[in-house]
């Protein structure tokens, strides 16, 4: 029961960080991407050459994917090292904000959009294309999130968790990540910084 507690007041503490994104410089040749932040979880919708959209999301495999959510499940997930889940989902075009919300069937309490140079956005979907279709013999499909799942090969942690890996991605597209992304509480870095 102590180590609940303790978790809970670190999380209790940490609720007031957040993580701030340095987005790449003009990029040449720009490409849409938008954050979500879902509230307990982000995820990263990215543009593809052809206008249509593929949307994103790392997490615990039970607690997500499985959609075990309740409170035990989750201290778990935080506490424990367990399997991941790649969430994925094809949306139709255009890359608008409006658009992302329209067809995205989760709340999304904040959203941001930034533009990242075509060629890191294609590598980046390449790279995550690839680790969904090595594990697609574990693929589910959650209507609640919309998203089709896939075992991660990365475990999740509370240091590798659903923002950390974001971040990842960010940075995988020439952004910078300033703190460290725990909760979904991501922020742009004002001009100049």
Not at 66 to 92: D, W
């Amino acid at each position: 029961m102590s180590r609940l507690l303790i978790l809970s007041s670190i999380l209790l503490i940490l609720a007031g960080c957040s993580a701030r994104i340095s987005p790449p410089a003009t990029p040449e040749t720009p490409r849409s991407i938008f954050i979500l932040d879902h509230g307990k979880h982000s995820s990263l919708v990215l543009s593809q050459a052809n206008g249509d959209l593929i949307r994103y999301s790392y997490g615990d495999w039970r607690y997500y994917a499985q959609a075990q959510t309740g409170i035990f499940s989750g201290f778990r997930a935080i506490a424990l090292p367990s399997k991941a889940a790649l969430g994925r989902r094809e949306l139709p075009g255009p890359a608008t904000a409006e658009n992302v919300r329209q067809q995205v069937k989760v709340g999304i309490e904040n959203m941001l959009s930034l533009e990242a140079e075509a060629e890191a956005v294609d590598r980046l979907l390449e790279q995550l294309q690839h680790k969904f279709d090595a594990s697609r013999d574990s693929l589910l499909y959650r209507p609640e999130y919309d998203l089709e799942f896939v075992l991660h090969p990365v475990n999740y942690t509370l240091r590798h968790n659903s923002n950390r890996v974001l971040g990842d991605w960010l940075k995988a597209l020439g952004s910078e990540i300033h703190g460290w992304p725990l909760l979904s509480d991501w922020q742009l870095e004002p001009d100049g910084m």
